[in-house]
C-alpha cells in the first residue's frame, strides 16, 4: 500500500468540501459598447423588480423582532410577492441573529425565486449623531458591515449590497449633522459641506474596496438620498458599483437618468419611491392615486433601463417604498398610536399634486404608502395582507409583451 502524505490528504477533503458548498450565481454590473449599463446574475440580463420589506405588526413599531417571528410573516408575503411578479426584497439592515437573516433568505429564494438586497445604515441613527470626521466610529462601522457580509456572501439569495440610505443629508443637509475638528476650523459653510462629503464618500468607497476583496461576487451600491453630493463622490468614491438613490418627485423622475451620467456615471437602483394611497385632501384612502404614480414611475424606469432607445441606459430598476403599511410611523413616541392607522399627514411634497391643497399642503402619509394593507388578526397571530389597486397595475404592467427585456445568457 502506497503512503499519501497527509497534507494531500487535508487538500483533497478542502476541496471536496468546497465542491458541495451551494453557494449563489455570481452578480456583476456590464457596460455595453454604448456604455449602457445591465445588472447580470447567472449569466442573464436581471431587472430589479423589487420592494423595500420591514414587515411590523400592528402595535409593533421599528424596533419589533420580526425575523424571530414562528410565523415567518416573510412566507406569507413571499407567495405574494412571486405572484405580482416581484423577484427582490430591500432589507435596510441586516439583523444581529445571523441565522434567522439566513432563514429568511432562503425561504424567499428557494420556495419563491425571490432574491435579496442587504444593505446598513453606516451607524447614520447613532445618538446623538454619526462621526464619520472619527477614526475609531469608523472602524466599529467597518468592522460591522465586513462581519455582515462575510456571515452572507454565500448565500444564493443575495443580490447586492446597499451602503448607506439618506447619509449625505447629514453631509449637506440638516439630518444627523456632524462634524470634526478640522472643519470646525473652516470658517466658509460651504467648503466645510465639501469637507464633510468627501470625508463620508471617501469611507464609503473604503468600506466598498474591503466588501471586494472578501466577496467579488456581488455588486457594492451606494446609498444617497437624490443625487445630492455625487459630484463629491466622483471624485472620491470609484469603487461604489452602483448608486442606490432613494426618490421622491411624483409621476417622474424628471432628468434624473442623465443628471447622473454627468455628475457620477455609475449605474443606478431606485432603491426607494413610490407613493402613498390616502389623499390628504379629501381625506380619505385613494387607491387610484398610488397606481397612477407607481405605474409612470416604472414606466420612467423601463425607458431608461440598458439597451432600450432613447433612455439614458443606465437604470438597473427598482424597490418600491413599501410592501405593507407601517401603523407607528406617525407618532412614534406613542404606543397607544401604533395600533391606529393615523391619517395625519407628516410632511409635503407638491410633485404629489392630487392632494396637495390639503391643509398646510401636507400631503405625505408615511403610514399609507404599502402596496398591501394590513388588518389585525387576533386569532393567526398575524396580520392579515389585503393587495391594493397598485399591486395588481404594477403585475399586470409587468406583463406587457413591449416591455421584454433581453435576459439571454451571457458568455
Known amino acids: ?86 423577484n427582490t426584497i430591500r432589507l435596510y439592515q441586516s439583523h ?81 449633522p456632524w462634524s470634526s475638528d478640522e472643519i470646525d476650523k ?19 468607497n473604503e468600506i ?9 461576487n456581488h455588486p457594492v451600491a451606494l446609498g444617497n438620498g437624490e443625487l445630492a453630493g455625487l459630484e463629491y463622490a466622483n471624485k472620491v468614491a470609484p469603487d461604489v458599483d452602483l448608486v442606490a438613490c432613494i426618490i421622491y418627485r411624483g409621476k417622474t423622475f424628471g432628468n434624473l437618468f442623465r443628471s447622473l451620467r454627468a455628475t457620477f456615471d455609475k449605474p443606478i437602483l431606485i432603491s426607494e419611491f413610490g407613493a402613498d394611497c390616502y389623499d390628504a385632501y379629501l381625506k380619505k384612502e385613494n387607491q387610484n392615486m398610488q397606481a397612477f404614480f407607481l405605474e409612470s414611475q ?14 439614458a441606459g443606465n437604470c438597473l430598476g427598482g424597490t418600491m417604498f413599501e410592501w405593507s403599511d407601517e401603523w407607528w410611523k406617525h407618532d412614534e413616541s406613542n404606543p397607544d398610536s401604533w ?29 399609507w404608502f404599502g402596496l398591501v394593507a394590513i388588518s389585525g388578526d387576533p386569532n393567526s397571530g398575524l396580520d392579515i395582507r389585503t393587495p391594493r389597486k397598485a399591486y395588481y397595475v404594477i403585475r399586470e404592467f409587468w406583463k406587457k409583451p413591449q416591455l421584454k427585456h433581453n435576459n439571454k445568457k451571457r458568455k
Open 1 to 86: 500500500m502506497v503512503a499519501v502524505p497527509i497534507y494531500l490528504v487535508a487538500c483533497v477533503v478542502f476541496l471536496f468540501s468546497l465542491s458541495g458548498c451551494k453557494k449563489g450565481p455570481t452578480v456583476y454590473i456590464q457596460q455595453f459598447k454604448n456604455k449602457d449599463y445591465q445588472l447580470i446574475v447567472g449569466g442573464r440580463g436581471y431587472i430589479v423588480k423589487g420592494v423595500c420589506y420591514n414587515p411590523i405588526l400592528i402595535g409593533k413599531n421599528h424596533e419589533h423582532d420580526w425575523w424571530s417571528d414562528p410565523h415567518k410573516p416573510w412566507l406569507i408575503d413571499g407567495k405574494l410577492m412571486k405572484e405580482m411578479g416581484i
Open 208 to 216: 466598498a474596496k474591503e466588501i471586494h476583496k472578501i466577496d467579488p
Open 339 to 367: 395600533k391606529a392607522h393615523d391619517t395625519v399627514s407628516n410632511w409635503s411634497n407638491g410633485s404629489y399634486y392630487f392632494d396637495i391643497q390639503a391643509e398646510g399642503n401636507k400631503n405625505m402619509n408615511e403610514e
Open 96 to 176: 444581529e441573529d445571523t441565522q434567522e437573516v439566513k432563514t429568511v433568505i432562503r425561504d424567499l429564494y428557494e420556495k419563491y425565486g425571490i432574491r435579496t438586497i442587504i444593505g446598513s445604515w453606516l451607524g447614520f441613527w447613532e445618538y446623538p449623531c454619526p462621526f464619520y470626521g472619527d477614526k475609531k466610529f469608523q472602524d466599529k462601522v467597518k468592522k460591522e458591515v465586513l462581519d455582515m457580509v462575510a456571515s452572507l456572501k454565500d448565500e444564493p439569495g443575495v443580490l447586492l449590497w446597499i451602503l448607506g440610505n439618506e447619509n449625505n443629508y447629514s453631509c449637506i443637509g440638516s439630518v444627523n
Open 298 to 311: 416604472w414606466r420612467q424606469i423601463y425607458e431608461n433601463l440598458g439597451r432600450v432607445k432613447g433612455g
Open 186 to 204: 473652516e470658517p466658509d459653510p460651504q467648503k466645510q459641506k465639501a469637507m464633510r462629503a468627501k470625508t463620508y464618500y471617501s469611507f464609503v
